[in-house]
């Protein structure tokens, strides 16, 4: 993929981010499957959102992953990062074969997210896994680039367990009290923990008014409605004077049927007949694999065979 | 000494979630507390068979431990775990006052400790938990070297009315101690004579210093091998006894060497009888991803790294 | 003051309180006096609070401050500890002249609370001082008493500048999670903290919404009003199925003119004159000072030359 | 070496109070994050005359410590400040990932640390930071002798790129190096020359030390003293030579005697050149409310516990 000579356009339409969204998805069962370790669930619910956000959303450069221009995306939830190192990949913040380098050693791409300055990806600003933490970091980076009267927005996923962190609480009171308004959050609202959903773990509703209580708007969305996401994002952006939340609805595991849902695929890969299973249920995209396995070359011969 | 073998893999952090069980069964006041990684440390066993008795705290390892100390002051026995560094690093300053300043006798029981959590990289490896744990007053450390010494050491805490931090792991590791292993906190157990030098372990490094010694013993040198479970309140007499006779001493450990069993020894060895050492740890680094034996071997916390330091510090010690 | 025979008994009525928190914050003036460190705003305020507390709601017995039925109290926020132990010698829990030894080494009135079984004071359950911890250990107390069945009752005071800290947040959720009914925390709702009043330093408002949206039922009252607060009280005990919360709103100096509404005097002794002026803007009370200062002595020969 | 002298009282923390508003004034991305206890550790002097890059962050030394790593992110250069604890303990685990793991430059500054704080009793006396702070891979950990020396240091950090944590304190202490002693992260700082004895000493401890020297100079005894300002990186070469020239050693430091500079000397020591040691340190016990001088002497790291250390060492030195 060719960096953008215009960052501050969108380098896919609305129209083909689905696809995008799907590949991504392609690439989680793959990568996981290699890896033999790692988060299905959280990263297949977010492929809607990662797609959105990187090819569409926000200014980013893969040839300038430091562009002072950039916004300023933090992954509060680093589990996540297996969507986070696809959707960088597909959007040439790193080569797409280093995807099955996943949780290997010696790899950039750790199992939480490693800084680009240490030995991590480019476009990862500072390192996250112990959850809580990114939103302050958010924060902070967003109050550092008013006091510059830098137009640059700042984003923050944080993961609805992750909100059980009493961190949490303190930033957003903390950016509630600065009016931080060039911020906006992003809860990844699929009920699902490690343990069990999120109910039963810690109860977290009613969470809009939680928010609202922190001094924060809130918006709600379907998280796995790219078009809804994005117009909410519209949303916020147009929103001034206090930090914006968008709580987005999303279902952990979406996109492959027997995950669906199902919190019992927060922190598990699949194995390889459950990413066959997977596989088929996601067709190939124009975007193409990373890596085809032998099972997948026979199953093409197979295919034409019959 | 009967010969050290492995019998076979096992978790020690399976040793603890089924020993929870069997006090859980005994002692209607032992209380368990969940953070949101119960099948990992597995309290799920007991939260299965003692539902009431499990409390769920969220992804709040702060509220955790003070929740516990509160469980305590009503009379409760609180278990409380988590991975390592949530465990001990994240809550540090509610375990400092509110169990060890406070002398509250929570249980605080780690899993996923050391670089040998492996894939999850540096964020989940806890490599500073001992030596943090180990600076607070009143603290006990302790650190099991199988799957049947974690049980011996859980159900141990029972009568042991202080605060205590336990630290375990995820592989299935070789379990070669047996039932007749003496674990007595505070007492270094040792598990083979020597006299050329003395292997200080604890952990898994304890089974990688076993290895060492077959591997050293074939080169005649005599390996005296210690597994110094209990960190804190370390056993200087053991330790004191081994630089008199051994003369040079090796520690190993899954741990940054600034700070643990490493420093622990020698602070013992600086104030007592000054001795040449070498440190078998984790150096100064933070971990990354990878398999667990594959970082040990990195990172330089292996088997082979305890001959190297054995044969370094042998040529250091005096003639 | 003698042990209570029967302590479900308030041992002092509501009319014979006020002059209590009087002698109380008497005893305040004096000992930070003698001390020449320590906080005198938050504990005048709370006077009232502490003096309702342990001479008319809760249940404990001086003589034996372990009592398998006694209420239990946590100061989360340790740094008023001044007027717990005026209140605690009051009640009889130590002899009063020890007051003058707050903060001296070797002292069992330590700067912030030690616990009974290290060298602290009978009836201080835990250590207090670092805010923020004090919920959290209240909510498992009630827990433990829940799980036995006991009737015993956990009542858990924070300042409202602690609750900046996260962890209350958490132990907030936890409590609402776990529907701990046992269990009343007191927000002394000063608006004071250490660098300015709570809205400059870190806005908390809309402080009822936000225990409101943790799952708490929340009241509010005049917490240097004893009617009202014992009422609130009342009030607080008959709410079930969640825990309950009581902002109370206080003067940080309460009783003391030059003192009340200034957040300066959060955490600062009274020198001599100080204290003079503030005894005699607090008559003397039938319950006798702890000790006579030499001044003291002389101003009343003066007044009987007079 | 011109005689050190005690020359005025002054707080280190008003000198890193001072030197903020100064760099304030010479860097515009210079900012100061505030805890509420900004009149304590001085930072209200900056915040006086910067109020817009003055950050409130509330009584939240977790959410501080990860705001401070965001403002780094934007381009800032944050300064984060609060009482010892509550600047290590408290928000440990931020600090390893957001700002050592993630090796992002800010500048930990602590006030209040020590036994020395006094009234305020043992939750607010930090004697454990130096230990758990030197235990993160990244992290630089100082403390300066006197007010002069913290002004120094904080002015060095602005050419430091790495986090770093700085400890100082409340009392008004003597001033006694002066504007040409040198101060460089990482390198001891000979005092006073001596050959029988080294005393390595660090915070305000270093005067006690002093005085100890006098003391014992007296009796014949020759002392050298090293200013350990930074406990990490250790200045090793300082140690050896020490070692090898004095034969005998005495930390000093106002700390837990485990893992602090007692604990990194020992360290060096073993895997170098085996030499006695004591410790003057705090016991592994928790500290009390009293006056800062009352403490130093109750908890053992006074200047007749130094005079004592060495007296006792000496005895242990080989011929
Ligand atoms: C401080 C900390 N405590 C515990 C963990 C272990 N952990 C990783 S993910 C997770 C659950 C988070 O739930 P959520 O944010 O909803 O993520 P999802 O399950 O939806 O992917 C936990 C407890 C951690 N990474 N950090
Ligand atoms: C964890 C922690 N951080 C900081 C402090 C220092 N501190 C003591 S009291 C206080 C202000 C608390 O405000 P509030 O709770 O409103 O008490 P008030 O001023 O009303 O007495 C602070 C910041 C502390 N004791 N603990
Ligand atoms: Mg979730
Ligand atoms: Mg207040």
């Excluded at chain 1, 996540?80 to 959707?87: G, H």
């Excluded at chain 2, 007592?272 to 667990?292: K, Q, R």
């Amino acid at each position: 993929m060719m960096p953008d000579n215009n960052p501050s356009q969108p380098s896919l339409t609305v129209r083909e981010l689905p696809e995008m969204a799907r590949q991504i998805r392609r690439d989680l069962m793959k990568m996981l499957l290699l890896s033999k370790s790692g988060h299905s669930g959280g990263p297949l619910g977010l492929s809607d959102i990662f797609a959105s956000l990187y090819f569409h959303i926000m200014k980013v450069d893969p040839a300038r992953p430091t562009m002072p221009e950039r916004d300023y995306f933090f992954l509060s939830a680093g589990h996540l990062c297996p969507v986070w190192y696809a959707t960088l990949a597909r959007r040439g913040f790193l080569p797409i074969e280093e995807l099955s380098t996943l949780r290997k050693i010696n790899t950039r791409l750790q199992g939480h997210p490693a800084p680009a300055y240490t030995h991590g990806v480019p476009g990862i600003e500072i390192a996250s896994g112990a959850l809580g933490q990114g939103l302050s970091i958010a924060v902070g980076c967003a109050i550092g680039l008013r006091l510059d009267k830098k137009p640059n927005r700042v984003f923050c996923l944080m993961g609805d367990g992750e909100l059980d962190e009493g961190q949490i609480w303190e930033a957003a009171m903390t950016a509630g009290h600065h009016k931080v308004d060039n911020l906006i959050g992003i809860v990844d609202r699929n009920f699902c923990q490690i343990d069990n959903r999120t109910d039963k773990v810690m109860e977290l509703e009613p969470l809009p008014e939680k928010w609202a209580a922190f001094g924060w708007h809130v918006l709600e969305c379907d998280g796995n409605d790219i078009e809804q996401f994005i117009e909410t994002v519209g949303q916020a952006k147009a929103l001034k004077g206090k930090p914006t939340v968008i709580i987005a609805k999303t279902f952990m595991g979406k996109g492959v049927s027997f995950m669906e849902d199902n919190y019992k695929w927060h922190g598990m890969p699949p194995n390889e007949e459950q990413a066959k299973q997977a596989l088929s249920e996601l067709p190939p995209t124009k975007f193409g694999d990373f890596i085809e396995f032998e099972w997948e070359k026979a199953s093409i011969v197979a295919e034409v065979k019959a | 000494m009967t010969k050290l073998v492995s019998r076979e893999l096992k978790a020690t952090r399976l040793g603890f979630g089924e020993m929870l069980v069997e006090l859980g069964r005994e002692n209607p006041n032992v209380v368990v507390l969940g953070g949101d990684v119960t099948g990992s440390v597995r309290t799920d066993l007991f939260a299965k068979e003692f539902p009431d008795r499990f409390i769920s705290v969220g992804v709040a390892e702060q509220d955790m431990m003070c929740t516990a100390a509160g469980l305590a002051v009503a009379g409760k026995i609180p278990f409380a775990s988590a991975y390592g560094e949530f465990a001990t690093g994240r809550p540090f300053d509610q375990i400092r006052q509110s169990i060890a300043y406070s002398r509250v006798p929570v249980k605080i029981c780690a899993s996923h400790c050391g670089i040998t959590v492996g894939p999850d990289g540096a964020t989940h490896q806890s490599l500073e938990d001992m030596g943090i744990m180990r600076m607070l007053p009143h603290m006990t450390v302790a650190t099991p070297c199988d799957y049947l010494e974690t049980r011996k050491m859980i159900r141990a805490t029972m009568s042991w009315n202080h605060p205590i931090y336990i630290r375990f792991f995820r592989d299935n590791t070789p379990v070669f101690t047996d039932d007749a292993t003496p674990m007595t906190f505070g007492k270094a157990n040792t598990l083979i004579e020597g006299k050329d030098v003395t292997v200080i372990a604890c952990g898994l490094q304890v089974w990688e210093s076993i290895l060492a010694e077959e591997e050293l013993a074939k080169e005649g040198i005599s390996v005296r091998l210690l597994n110094m479970h209990t960190i804190k309140p370390i056993d200087r007499d053991a330790i004191v006894k081994a630089a008199k006779e051994t003369g040079a001493i090796v520690t190993a450990e899954d741990h940054q060497r600034q700070g643990g069993l490493g420093g622990a020894v020698a602070e013992v060895l600086a104030e007592t009888i000054p001795t040449p050492m070498e440190f078998v740890a984790v150096n100064d680094t933070f971990g990354e991803s990878g398999g667990g034996a594959e970082l040990m071997m990195k990172y330089g916390i292996a088997k082979d790294d305890v001959v190297r330091a054995v044969r370094k510090v042998l040529k250091r010690k005096k003639g």
